[in-house]
Structures are given as C-alpha cells and as structure tokens.
C-alpha cells in the first residue's frame, strides 16, 4: 500500500474547522455565515417583538455559534468581535429595541452576551473537570471553588 495522506490547510471534525496553526477562525466564519442565513429568515417575520424573535434566536441561532465552544474558545479579539456581532446585528431585528446598544437589547431580550455565555460555559466546564470527576489532586484546586451555604455538591 502505498497511500498517502494528503496536507490540508484546514480539517473539520465533529463539526468544528481547525486549520494548521490550530487557530478557529475559518469555523467562526463558517458558523457566523449559517447564523446569518437563520437571521435573514427571522427577519421575514411580519410581528417580530421580543417574545417572538427570543426563542427563534436561542433555538436557531444561538446554537450554531456556540456549538463545541470549549475547544475553539478563542483568545483573538477579532473572532471575539465577529461572534459578538452577529448577536448585535440579530437583536437589531426587533423594531422596538433595535435603537438601543447592544447590551442593552440584550438585557431586554432577556439574553446574556456571548461573551458571558462562553466565559460561564468555560467555568462550568472547569468546575465539572475538576471537581466532579475526583481525578485531580485536591490540594492543586483547594481554594478555587467553594460552594456557597445550602449548596448541594
């Protein structure tokens, strides 16, 4: 057998792009472009108030932009920035909020930023990594987590 494996600048596995400086941008892009194709749809809708565009965005959008974020939970503030703004630009969809920053359309739609969301999301991760699975040395996290009273572990 005289089989070769051919060199690709990027690779997709389990539905995330990685290319070779092991860098997630081109999966940001992709991700941002099948979310945009789902906001221009919700943007036919004739009524569109927050109680309708909320679980339209958190079903339809959401997911694909934060879809396996804790590999590709990114440090460069360019792909921070492209993924914070396609929520910015989505939640200027609803008439009566669409003139108000984009923080502030959030907490009216009753969604957290991104940024948060991804942040949180890593925290848990962590929390569940370290002190769930009993793996790790206790005394390297002592003092990292701390449940708060009438917490349950």
Request: aromatic fraction near 8%.
């Amino acid at each position: 057998m005289n089989d070769r494996i051919k060199k690709t600048d990027t690779e997709k596995d389990i539905g995330v792009i990685i290319d070779e400086k092991l860098s997630f941008t081109d999966h940001h892009a992709e991700k941002i472009n099948e979310g945009s194709k789902i906001v221009r749809l919700i943007r036919t809708f004739v009524h569109l108030d927050t109680a309708i565009f909320k679980p339209l965005y958190t079903a339809l959008v959401r997911p694909l932009l934060e879809y396996a974020n804790h590999p590709w939970c990114t440090h460069l503030v360019k792909d921070i920035e492209a993924l914070k703004n396609m929520q910015c630009r989505a939640s200027k969809l609803v008439p009566q909020i669409k003139d108000l920053s984009y923080e502030y359309r959030a907490q009216k739609l009753g969604l957290p930023t991104l940024t948060f969301r991804i942040s949180r999301g890593g925290q848990i991760e962590t929390y569940k990594i370290i002190m769930i699975s009993g793996k790790y040395n206790q005394g390297c996290t002592e003092g990292l987590f701390q449940m708060r009273e009438g917490d349950s572990a």
